[in-house]
């Protein structure tokens, strides 16, 4: 059965349409789903309805300025990854941004590989999967991590009965690293069930 890989929804918001644009283009042929907004002041509303993953944010805009935006999407949603963008960097909406929970923060103009790279750690950090693989890892990292809370298990416990690290064991959980056959199968062991039972579902 194919592993569904769940859409990413990015918003951008940015007074400049040509920008929108341009970053609405590129993200497409990258295979997100992408709304663009010129009016900042739409962005609460936006932000209830839309069900975004990633938010680009510029700083610099006429009504509302971007670390007014972030509050106000702060007080809507916690943990939706925001990341702001401005051609006038400087200390204070560095820090202003970062104590709104911002993930990054990118200079304009910016180079689109960097872009990329950007988002590929902003999607690791949030655990958003782009490939099948990514997603399977995803998908067996909750399993074990739900099987283990059931059976009251700490990660210490599960390091003593696997044989395996810690930092390993929570790096599989979070979908950070890609567990051998022989992990899974000390893992299936300490958790007493099969190892088929932890790729979920599928």
Sequence with gaps: MPIDVPAVRILIIDDDPAICEYMQTFLEKDGFVVKTLSDPTLAEQEVRQGEY??????????????????????????????????????????????????????????????FREVLARVMKKKGLARTPEE????????????????????????????????????????AESSPSISSLYKIAIALDTRIQDLFGDN
């Excluded at 401005?86 to 941004?97: I, K, R, Y």
């Design 135 to 174: 997603q399977l890892h995803k998908i067996i990292g909750d399993t074990i991590r739900g099987i283990r809370k059931d059976k009251e298990l700490t990660l210490k416990q599960m390091s003593r009965r696997t044989g395996l690290s810690i930092s390993l064991l929570s790096q599989i959980e979070r």
């Design 53 to 114: 993953h990633v938010i680009i944010l510029d700083i610099m805009m006429p009504k509302l300025d971007g670390i007014e935006v972030l509050r106000r999407i702060r007080a809507i949603d916690t943990d939706i990854a925001v990341v702001i963008f401005t051609a006038h960097p400087n200390l204070d909406t560095a820090v202003a941004s970062m104590k709104l929970d911002a993930v990054d923060y990118i200079k304009k103009p910016f180079n689109v590989d960097e």
